[in-house]
């Protein structure tokens, strides 16, 4: 069973999750929620950013119409060839991790949730933020479900912003498909 989590150019893992470890014991593991959208990206070490960069056809020097790359610039300055994330048109906006987790701050605020976990996936090219419900569900007496909201989204092209709720704490790839895999989401392209 593979957690497919990634790893910042330092060679932290690049996820934090609040009170129980997970099975694969990665990632940083804080005893209290984090307070703002700022202080979860930088425990789960997601403070970089992606850029769109022009696609050039390689003997002219000249532009590809319309067609762009996705890329990770931490690992992009540093010439690694996994900060090209995917090739997008020139309709789609990147989202910044900072602009997503910030969807969180205002019930984070009102002390209707608390953040769960955040990471990434893949180098950096699908991330996710949780937060755990104040209110969890008794589905019959003495069987409580905790309740958590997700988003997440892939920064290669591939997939839309999705938000949904679900009882499946996310820590990994594995449990990401599980949460994604039961109910509807809401979901927003990058255009």
């Not at 999705?162 to 449990?175: A, D, E, L, S």
Request: aromatic share 10%; with cysteine.
């Amino acid at each position: 069973m593979s957690h497919d989590l990634s790893r910042n150019p330092d060679g932290k893992y690049e996820m934090m999750c609040v009170g129980e470890k997970p099975w694969h014991r990665l990632g940083t593991v804080l005893q209290h929620p984090p307070a703002t959208a700022a202080a979860a990206i930088t425990a789960a070490h997601l403070t970089w950013h992606v850029e769109k960069k022009q696609l050039y056809v390689r003997e002219e020097g000249r532009p590809f119409p319309r067609e762009f790359a996705i890329v990770r610039e931490d690992r992009w300055s540093l010439g690694e060839e996994e900060s090209i994330f995917g090739q997008v048109s020139e309709d789609y906006e990147p989202l910044q991790n900072i602009d997503a987790f910030q969807f969180f701050d205002p019930m984070i605020k009102k002390r209707e949730a608390l953040y769960e976990s955040a990471g990434a996936l893949y180098q950096g090219k699908c991330v996710w933020v949780m937060a755990k419900l104040s209110k969890d569900m008794e589905v019959v007496v003495g069987d409580v479900v905790e309740r958590y909201l997700l988003l997440t989204h892939r920064h290669d092209g591939t997939g839309a912003i999705q938000v949904k709720f679900t009882p499946v704490r996310v820590v990994c790839q594995n449990t990401l498909n599980q949460a994604l895999s039961e109910g509807p989401s809401f979901r927003v392209a990058h255009t």
